[in-house]
Every structure is written in C-alpha cells, then in structure tokens.
C-alpha cells in the first residue's frame, strides 16, 4: 500500500515538473516554442520511464536511508536519460526535446527526493505503514543500532524484540542482525522465520558503501568485494578537481565576508587577522592551515593556567580536546566558531593542495600518539575543512567518536558522499548546533 501511495505522488510531482518546465519555457521565451499539446504527445512516456526506473532500482519496495534512496534517484535518473539527451542532440531529433529532457532530469533529482523526504517522514511520524523490526545482537552493544532506528524515521522501522538468542525471536517482516558468530543451524532458522535478514556492520567494522556481490553460479560461492575508492588514481583525479572547482566558487562568493571579518578581529583585540597553525596533513606530512584568528596571542598560557587550575576543564580537555568555556577565545572568535567562519581561509588551503573540501578533521599535531589504531587509515587522505564529524555532533562527539567516524569515512568514500555532506554541512553551521 505504501508503495501505492509513492508511486502516486510521484507520477503527480512529476507531471507536475512537466507542467511547470513547458510554462518556464514558455514565459522565458526559451529555444522553439511549441503547443503544450505538442509536448504532451511526444513526452508522455518521460514521468512513467522515470517511475518505471525507480521502481527497477527497488525505490518504492524498500526501506532506505534518505542518503541511499537520493543516491539510486539521481543515479538511474543520470544514467537514463543522458543517453536519450545525447541522441537527441547527435541526430538532432526534433520530436524529443532537449530542454525538456533537461528539465525532467534536473526535477527527478532535487524535488522528487525531496517530496518523499516530507511525505515519509509525515507518514512515519503518525506510525502509518511502520514496519516491526525485531533485533538479533550477542556481547555487541545495541545502543548505536536502537538510536539509529529510533532517530532515522526515514526508514519507518519499529523495534519490536531486542535479543542475544536466535530461538527467542518471534519471527515476522524483518530483522535486523548485529553479531557474526551464528551457525549454519541458525541462520537456516533465521530465513525460514523471516522474511527479510538485515546483517548490520557497525562503525569501521567492514568498509561496505562501496562493495559489490559477485556470484559463481556452478557452485555455491559469493565474494563481497569492497573498494577503497581513495585507493583509485581516477577518483582521486574526481575528488581533486571538485575540490578545485568548488574552492574557486566558495572564495568568489564569500570574499566580502573576508573583509568585513578582518575589520571585526581588528577591532575587537590586538594580533594578526590570520592565524597559522601546523597539523599533519596527507601522509602525516606537516602542513600550514590557515584560518581567522580567533584567539587572543597569549592563549597557551590562558590554556595552560585553566588546565593547571581547573580539574573540570582538564578532564573536559583530555577527554573531548575542546573547552565549553574557552578563556582563549574573543569575542568575535565566539561568533566566527559558533557558524565556522573561522574556517574560509582554508579554501586556499584546498586550492594550494594541502587540504580537500571534504575530509577528516585537521588534527592537532600532539594528538597524533592518541589516534592509535586509526591513525594510518585518516592520515592517508587529506583533511578537510568539513566532514562527517562535522554534520554527527561536531564538538559534541568524544576523540575516540570522532576518529570512528572518520576511518569509516576513508574506507567508503564515493563523490556523492561528499556532495551529501556538503549539502548537511550548511544546515548544521547556520545552527551552529555543537560548535564551541
């Protein structure tokens, strides 16, 4: 029924994005103009392609994050219709128009994921089409899972039963699966009482947004392969350039905040407008971050007197490296911090080649021996000036949190990864939410 429901609200928007790209070309007077007959007759099939694709991709049939599901929309969307676009232009076929095509595609992949975003979230919300999950876990702790579900209403999941013993399980729809330690016997019981098995991999457990299932169908054999994309000399060249392209952007748009921040640190208290600092880039490699200064000059020594006073602000600091109430920051550093302000100057950071858009936090140079066991998997990348530490809590995280976060960032890397963080990056500075 929910599928139902999905499908009819897209093919609406989508006719709706027909309607609204025929009369956008017609007020503006854009390239040939035709009877909205005209196009109706030659375009018909464009809404019920798209929604035939998407249902191809299992968009309507599954329970998906927000980020997966936008991800498969603009990808078949992308791969479907460029070809058709292509041919069109090549053979210059009058019949499919280029304009709306063009249309279409840019509809599908902003309003399309959009409209589902407020009609699930509205429908979970009021418990309609909610789907009982039941919880399989051993010595692992559930709580990152149980918070997961209950926050992420996008996916319309209801825990039902928590439990360490296959036998104890209802069974039902689904499952949710978080131990690798079950026998033949078991998992045998698990198909046979459900309908759906979801294995979870927690954290930097097996790095899986990128990995594909190769089958061997003369014997009963399957390989997960997972890809390090970082790893690939031609993504690597994809995520350079985007750095590239989007730093020049960034800095055109926004060097007039440039001036009016240097007049604000100025006038506020004594120093530099700029602040330098060495931390350890790709490789552990030092490099020279650049960011506003926010500090007053003698902060070390305001530090170093709080930490050798304060017992609270010391196990604040060892435990999160951060302060709430910082005595080295001014008054404008306070403002500049809350929205990362301080942070533009490192888009020449990324145009120099230091630094990346997207990426692990910068780390300090003595946390370095703190790092352990993921410090060779986030120093293998550049730093960026955001990150997915910067849309999951900011300053709120612990060390070890962040480091979590960030060695599985390394390992499932993917462009739209970074495009995703970017467009959550904004939301989450404008609030200023967990920065300090």
């Not at 699930?120 to 999950?133: L, Q, S, Y």
């Not at 550093?333 to 145009?351: A, M, T, W």
């Not at 495009?419 to 300090?436: C, D, E, H, N």
Request: charged share 20%.
């Amino acid at each position: 029924m929910l599928a139902l429901i999905l499908i009819l609200v897209d093919v609406l928007a989508l006719w709706a994005g027909f309607f609204i790209a025929y009369y956008f070309k017609l007020f503006f007077h854009i390239g040939y103009q035709f009877s909205l007959e005209f196009y109706i007759t030659r375009h018909y099939w464009l809404p019920f392609l798209i929604i035939i694709l998407l249902a191809f991709q299992r968009v309507y049939t599954s329970r998906l994050s927000f980020f997966e599901e936008s991800y498969r929309i603009v990808r078949i969307v992308t791969f479907a219709l460029l070809p058709i676009l292509a041919f069109a232009l090549i053979y210059n076929v009058y019949a499919i128009s280029r304009y709306m095509l063009g249309a279409m595609w840019l509809w599908s992949i902003t309003a399309i994921p959009l409209i589902k975003r407020l009609l699930k979230r509205w429908i979970f919300r009021r418990g309609w089409f909610t789907k009982e999950v039941d919880v399989l876990t051993n010595s692992r702790d559930p709580s990152m899972l149980l918070k997961m579900v209950k926050n992420n209403r996008y996916l319309g999941y209801r825990i039902r039963t928590t439990t360490s013993d296959v036998h104890g399980l209802p069974g039902g729809e689904a499952v949710m699966v978080y131990r690798y330690d079950l026998t033949p016997a078991e998992m045998a019981r698990l198909f046979r009482n459900y309908r759906t098995v979801k294995f979870v991999f927690g954290e930097a457990d097996i790095p899986l947004l990128n990995s594909d299932v190769e089958n061997i169908f003369t014997v009963p054999v399957s390989f997960l392969v997972a890809h390090n994309n970082l790893q690939s000399t031609s993504r690597l060249i994809t995520k350079r350039l985007f750095d590239l392209l989007f730093s020049t952007l960034a800095l055109l748009v926004t060097w007039p905040l440039f001036v009016i921040i240097a007049v604000l640190i100025k006038l506020d208290s004594r120093g530099p407008v700029f602040y330098t600092q060495i931390r350890p880039g790709k490789n552990g490699k030092p490099i020279r971050i650049l960011k506003f200064r926010t500090m007053y000059v003698d902060a070390d020594s305001r530090l170093h007197s709080l930490l050798r006073e304060d017992p609270e602000a010391r196990a604040q600091w060892e435990k999160y490296r951060k302060l709430r109430k910082d005595p080295r920051i001014t008054r404008t550093g306070k403002i500049l911090r809350k929205f990362s302000l301080d942070e533009l100057p490192q888009f020449i950071n990324v145009l120099k080649g230091d630094m990346s858009v997207v990426g692990p936090r910068p780390y300090q140079m003595d946390e370095l021996e703190k790092m352990g066991k993921y410090r060779d998997i986030i120093l293998s990348v550049r730093p960026g000036i955001t990150g997915l530490w910067q849309i999951s809590g900011r300053s709120n995280l612990t060390f070890e949190e962040k480091l979590k976060i960030e060695s599985w960032y390394v390992l499932n890397w993917n462009l739209w990864m970074d495009m995703f963080i970017i467009a959550r990056t904004i939301p989450a500075v404008l609030s200023g939410k967990g920065a300090y």
